[in-house]
């Protein structure tokens, strides 16, 4: 039986401070364990509604916009304003809980078309107002926050009403699907004609697929589908310029790929109205299963290996010792009691989790492709149960985040990628610079995509929240961390650029990178009103970017 991803709960995308109102309490084992491994006090931290200052969008610049996609499509009420304001990173849902001050948008703009943006984009510029393309909102580098830049006022530009799948070619297995489209719609809508796109980010209940599109995105079966990058055949863009349309063939030798100029582009270079996506048969089954490795130098040498053999399973995802401690033990209960039982009394001292899930048309095919990762793999296997359990809770990460809120952790992610050379050396040096600049506290790490040449790190950090400066107690940790990325790996495997990681984009892509993405944004966006501060953090006049102590 084919279960790919069910969603019940309604979820509201504008949603800030929470992943959900529903989300319950810690358990009291969870908070236990918590006090002992990070000194968390008592300490209730009840959210503060923040507070929406006045609009700055003028008179004229409000009637064109409401001129272009309705007057009822262009809200400055502070609850529209306020469910736009940001992200979802720590910090982010910090300031909606009312430590510091999110930056609100002066109006949220819902256009209803691909026309209707290039005409929104066309005001905007007119009016000198900045366009914050928003998806979802589940950025978690600040790449929605409503920034102004040099401009008079800022919008958010709200994607939702883009909500159609505009075309499906079944035998080319190509889907084209409006930018706005949340995934579990999308799913929904491409499961009517047997097919998905098989991309499932932890985010998947709130994010759109021109989000993942203008980000890069990566999901939990990225080892078997692929990067979202690789799914998309073509991209509609909406820009201060007009329209720009990308991609009608397979594969093209006309040029360098400019299609990969949009995916990434993070809004700063357009807006995506739509993508076309190569989509895949649904499978009719799908397997998980849990095991555990002695160690993360053989856990990490099995998924290279398996890896390089191109055999890897769909999912696949092996936690480090310390988040596979964690997980025991916010799981509880007598079954994980068993479990560390066997675990001791087959000799295994460093147990890392390892998750597997393979995808296919028929049972046959899964067990055909489980037998050949699995060759001359050596993990001890705790079955279906276990990889199902962790199938189950795949989305649950935002859910405990907000409990652990409630009750004073500084709890963030953090992720990165190397070569697999370099992958102990850069989980060494991430943590380290984790533990200096937070002192007591859990550092956890898993790989989650992996790829012939090297994997993604992904990091969770727990620790008692500095009650008298939580933004800056965790400003300082990501900046150490990324130091020590810096140089070891990507600043963002998957997450994006955004507004967090854009001091660190040079060294990175150099300073001449940076120049050919300035003179980019200038051919596209020459007043600068798409998405300020985000992916290029320099002031980008006719002569390019601001040098890098002006940033
Ligand atoms: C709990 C949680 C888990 C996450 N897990 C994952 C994960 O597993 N994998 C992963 O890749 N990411 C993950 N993310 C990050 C985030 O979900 C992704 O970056 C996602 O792709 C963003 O989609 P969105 O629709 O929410 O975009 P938004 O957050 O609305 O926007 C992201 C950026 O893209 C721009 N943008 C949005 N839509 C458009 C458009 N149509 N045209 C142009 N620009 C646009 C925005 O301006 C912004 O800069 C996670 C985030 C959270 C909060």
């Known amino acids: 039986m084919c279960h790919t991803v069910a969603v019940t709960e309604h979820i509201d995308h504008t949603l800030r401070g929470r992943w959900t109102t529903t989300a319950g309490p810690l358990p009291p084992h969870a908070l236990k364990w918590l006090r002992e491994r990070t000194g968390l006090g008592e300490v209730r931290t009840p959210a503060r509604a923040p507070v929406a200052p006045e609009s700055a969008l003028g008179d004229a610049a409000r009637t064109a916009l409401g001129e272009v996609v309705g007057p009822g499509y262009v809200r400055v009420d502070p609850d529209s304003r306020l469910g736009r304001a940001g992200g979802l990173s720590y910090v982010d849902l910090l300031r909606q809980r009312g430590d510091g001050e999110p930056a609100v948008p002066d109006a949220v703009v819902l256009p209803?078309?691909?026309?209707?943006v290039v005409e929104v984009l066309e005001v905007c510029v007119e009016h000198d107002v900045a366009v914050v393309p928003f998806g979802g909102g589940t950025s978690v580098v600040g790449g929605v926050n409503a920034l102004r830049g040099d401009k008079a006022a800022v919008v958010a530009l709200d994607l939702n009403r883009l909500d159609k799948l505009v075309e499906v070619d079944p035998v080319s297995r190509l889907a084209v699907l409006?930018?706005?489209?949340?995934?579990?719609?999308?799913?929904r809508l491409l499961a009517a004609h047997g097919l998905t796109i098989g991309h499932v980010p932890q985010s998947y209940e709130r994010a759109t697929i021109g989000g993942f599109a203008a980000t890069r995105s990566a999901g939990q079966a990225s080892a078997g589908y692929g990067r979202f990058e690789d799914m998309v055949e073509g991209v509609r863009l909406a820009t201060p310029v007009g329209e720009w349309r990308l991609g009608g063939a397979p594969a093209s030798a006309a040029g360098p790929d400019l299609k990969q100029l949009v995916v990434g582009s993070e809004g700063a270079f357009g807006v995506i109205t739509e993508v076309a996506l190569r989509v895949r048969r649904r499978p009719e089954v799908e397997r998980y299963e849990g095991f555990v490795v002695d160690g993360w130098e053989r856990g990490s040498a099995l998924v290279r290996e398996v890896a390089q053999r191109r055999v890897p399973a769909d999912v696949t995802r092996l936690s480090d010792v310390d988040e596979t401690e964690v997980s025991l033990a916010l799981g509880g209960g007598w079954k994980v009691n068993a479990l560390k039982g066997y675990l001791k009394a087959r000799g295994v001292r460093e147990p890392c989790l390892l998750v597997l899930g393979w995808h296919g048309a028929s049972k046959r095919e899964v067990a055909r492709r489980r037998a050949e990762t699995l060759r001359g793999v050596e993990a001890l296997s705790l079955g279906k149960a276990l990889g199902e359990a962790w199938r189950h809770g795949r989305f649950n990460g935002p859910r405990q985040r907000d409990a652990l809120m409630e009750v004073g952790v500084c709890v963030e992610t953090l992720e990165t990628a190397t070569h697999w050379s370099k992958v102990s050396d850069l989980r060494a040096a991430v943590?380290?610079?984790?533990?200096?600049?937070?002192?007591?506290?859990?550092?956890?790490?898993?790989?989650?995509h992996v790829y012939e040449t090297g994997a993604s790190l992904y990091f969770t950090v727990l620790a008692a929240r500095d009650a008298a400066d939580p933004i800056g107690q965790w400003q300082v940790a990501k900046a150490a961390a990324s130091e020590a990325i810096t140089g070891l790996g990507t600043i963002s495997h998957h997450h994006a650029v955004g507004a967090d990681h854009a001091p660190y984009l040079e060294a990175e892509i150099g300073r001449l990178g940076l120049d050919v993405l300035a003179s980019v944004k200038r051919t596209l966006d020459p007043t600068g009103v798409l998405n300020p501060g985000k992916l290029l953090a320099g002031d980008i006049g006719a002569?390019?970017?601001?040098?890098?102590?002006?940033?």
């Open 543 to 551: 002569a390019g970017l601001a040098s890098p102590g002006d940033r």
């Open 431 to 448: 943590r380290e610079a984790l533990v200096d600049a937070l002192g007591r506290c859990v550092v956890m790490c898993h790989i989650s």
């Open 112 to 116: 209803a078309s691909p026309e209707q």
């Open 178 to 187: 409006q930018a706005g489209l949340p995934a579990p719609k999308a799913e």
